[in-house]
């Protein structure tokens, strides 16, 4: 796994630029850029999360244990910025899913550390910043599921009426 200087990350966090200046500052001193094999498994549900973890290129996966089945990919990403672990900003702690490199990918680790021992207004600007980017992912999936109805409504306005011999299937 390589290592090298981090990306700024509030260019590369989509709505990072709101982040205090302050936060950001530290975030990019601490943070840590690494290349990872597919296969890496970067978080484990259940374990305590250190650190963040911001895909700047590859594709991860997210994988829930069931009981009795084992861990099942629930999402896949090649998003540049999606952010993982943010379980870790608040106690206890734990990761809620396990978190693999699903190909060859370039992340960044930022410290949980660093947020929690700055002023409350850290931990709320990266809370903020999170619950910002699961509104946009919810809204695009609910975009994303909304059209198949309305192509099919539209379908079936479209479509040619019945060829239904007349009074078949009348009272």
């Known amino acids: 796994m390589g290592a090298g200087p981090s990306p700024l990350l509030g260019d590369l966090l989509p709505g990072g630029a709101a982040l205090p200046a302050e936060l950001v500052g530290e975030l990019d001193r601490c943070s840590t850029v690494h290349d990872v094999a597919g296969g890496t498994v970067l978080l484990r549900q259940r374990a305590v999360v250190a650190d963040l973890i911001v895909l700047v290129r590859g ?4 994988l829930i244990d069931f009981a009795g089945t084992g861990d099942l990919v ?10 993982f672990g943010w379980s870790g900003l608040v106690a206890p702690g734990r990761s ?9 990918s370039r992340i ?3 410290p949980l550390a660093v947020v929690h021992a700055g ?6 600007a990266v809370c903020g910043l999170v619950a910002g980017a699961l509104a946009d992912r ?7 599921l909304a059209r198949p109805a309305a192509e099919s409504d539209e379908a079936r306005e479209l479509s040619v009426p019945s060829r239904r011999p007349e009074g078949f299937g009348d009272a």
């Open 119 to 124: 002023p409350p207004r850290w931990t709320a």
């Open 138 to 144: 919810t809204r695009d999936l609910q975009a994303r």
């Open 96 to 104: 809620t899913a396990t978190v693999r490199a699903d190909a060859e």
């Open 108 to 110: 960044v680790t930022v």
């Open 59 to 62: 594709r991860i996966a997210t």
């Open 74 to 83: 629930v999402e896949t990403t090649e998003e540049p910025g999606r952010v």
